[in-house]
């Protein structure tokens, strides 16, 4: 049973950016792809891209395209999703969440980042 | 990017009813991959569904999704207590996967 488990809550000012990271146990990390996906108050889910470690691929959703880096660290089992050029709009919770394969859903979560972007 | 588009936003109904959530969407879907989720406050989402009609390890068999193409539809068949949440549906066949807006199950 993988078994995600993320950093901790931040607040950042408007402008700078924000790196949540997302450890894997239990396992074969490079085995599967981990996505990352946010979620606004009050608001729905919103994937923002995800990893396939054992390839180094990335694919990011247009949205956020040039403002987020994914990348893997496959000697510790760690993602991280980095986002840049925060605005308030991007307070939210940030979770990764894993799939088993390329064409296969998200069925292991995180418990979820809470990112604050506040002057 | 496939768009999907949940409906209704949210639905009323009172427990042992049945709840019938529709997802739609922008183009077709191959082999069926859609997903259904379920989220409850202050919690990260559950797998309910995927392939659009199998249920994941677990998940109670009042629960069960249909379709294919561009029309899917998760289906309550009676309503526990505990059912009442808020559920979404994605689809991962594509490079760029993407999430419904959701729909709302409140108590009536």
């Known amino acids: 049973q993988v078994h995600l488990v993320q950093s901790g809550a931040e607040v950042k000012k408007p402008g700078s950016s924000v790196k949540v990271s997302c450890k894997a146990s239990g396992d074969t990390f490079s085995r599967f792809t981990l996505s990352w996906v946010r979620q606004a108050p009050g608001q729905g889910l919103e994937w923002m891209g995800r990893?396939?470690?054992?390839?180094?691929?990335?694919n990011y959703a247009q949205k956020f395209q040039g403002r987020v880096t994914i990348t893997a660290d496959r000697s510790t089992s760690t993602a991280y999703m980095e986002l840049s050029s925060l605005r308030s709009e991007d307070t939210a919770v940030y979770y990764c969440?894993?799939?088993?394969?390329?064409?296969?859903?998200?069925?292991?979560w995180g418990q979820g980042t809470l990112v604050t972007v506040s002057s | 990017e496939i768009v999907l588009t949940q409906s209704p936003g949210t639905l009323s109904l009172s427990p042992g009813e049945r709840a019938t959530l529709s997802c739609r969407a922008s183009q077709s879907l191959s082999s069926s991959y859609l997903a259904w989720y379920q989220q409850k406050p202050g919690q990260a989402p559950t797998l309910l569904i995927y392939?659009?009609?199998t249920r994941a390890t677990g998940i109670p068999d009042r629960f069960s999704g249909s379709g294919s193409g561009t029309d899917f539809t998760l289906t309550i068949s009676r309503l526990e207590p505990e059912d009442f949440a808020v559920y979404y549906c994605?689809?991962?066949?594509?490079?760029?996967?993407?999430f419904g807006g959701g729909t709302k199950v409140q108590i009536k």
């Open positions: 392939g659009a009609s």
């Open positions: 969440a894993r799939s088993s394969g390329t064409y296969e859903p998200t069925n292991s």
């Open positions: 994605q689809q991962y066949g594509s490079f760029l996967l993407t």
């Open positions: 990893i396939i470690p054992i390839l180094g691929m990335t």
